[in-house]
T-cell receptor, first 115, second 114 residues
Framework: KAGVTQTPRYLIKTRGQQVTLSCSPI?????VSWYQQTPGQGLQFLFE???????NKGNFPGRFSGRQFSNSRSEMNVSTLELGDSALYLC??????????????FGPGTRLTVL | AQSVSQHNHHVILSEAASLELGCNYS??????LFWYVQYPGQHLQLLLK??????LVKGIKGFEAEFIKSKFSFNLRKPSVQWSDTAEYFC????????????FGQGTELSVKP
């Protein structure tokens, strides 16, 4: 089974721009979660989607948004980029994301640099 | 609010030394516990997980962890480390009623000297 894939792997943007990152979950997985990883803050939960609905949301400003398509693929969007948004953005998928017996599998991440 | 604390930021060991990485969490309800590893240049991989049952869980590559509910701890252990264990280790907690949301500790960087 193919793992979680994320595109693009690297992005360079300037302040004020917006960016869209894409994640394709493991085949059959319906839950997709997004995380931001930075040296200072570590791994922080952004949001989770299940069956095209946002099920959980972390403590990030409204500039961070996401969506999930009927094939479970997910995108996240960051508008009006700030220098502090430079990070590795990780996507994880699980079968149902119910938490009681599920395991999340992570993709390689998208490295976003904001200049 | 839920939080996860990893005791050590950076651990340096020689090959064949024993390893124990501490992890404590704050949450009073039912939790699932995980250890993930991130090798240099690679993505996060699951080492082991605890959902219920035997509090001593075994994972890949000789790692194990013990869940001590009374201490809110889930420490990772390995009797004899190898140079290839050099990586960053993350403890994570997921509570029963919060879907797929994982709360991660800050991570422990392990360096194993050959």
């Amino acid at each position: 089974k193919a793992g979680v894939t994320q595109t693009p792997r690297y992005l360079i943007k300037t302040r004020g721009q917006q960016v869209t990152l894409s994640c394709s979950p493991i085949s059959g997985h319906r839950s997709v979660s997004w995380y931001q990883q930075t040296p200072g803050q570590g791994l922080q939960f952004l949001f989770e989607y299940f069956s095209e609905t946002q099920r959980n949301k972390g403590n990030f400003p409204g500039r961070f948004s996401g969506r999930q398509f009927s094939n479970s693929r997910s995108e996240m969007n960051v508008s009006t980029l700030e220098l502090g948004d430079s990070a590795l953005y990780l996507c994880a998928s699980s079968a149902t994301g119910t938490g009681n017996t599920d395991t999340q599998y992570f993709g390689p991440g998208t490295r976003l640099t904001v200049l | 609010a839920q939080s996860v604390s990893q005791h050590n930021h950076h651990v340096i060991l020689s090959e064949a030394a024993s390893l124990e990485l501490g992890c404590n969490y704050s949450y009073g309800g039912t939790v699932n516990l995980f250890w993930y590893v991130q090798y240099p240049g690679q993505h996060l991989q699951l080492l082991l997980k605890y959902f219920s049952g035997d509090p001593l869980v075994k994972g890949i590559k000789g790692f194990e962890a013990e869940f001590i509910k009374s201490k809110f701890s889930f420490n990772l252990r390995k009797p004899s480390v190898q140079w290839s264990d050099t990586a960053e280790y993350f403890c994570a907690v997921n509570s029963y009623n919060q879907g797929g949301k994982l709360i991660f500790g800050q991570g422990t960087e392990l360096s194993v000297k050959p």
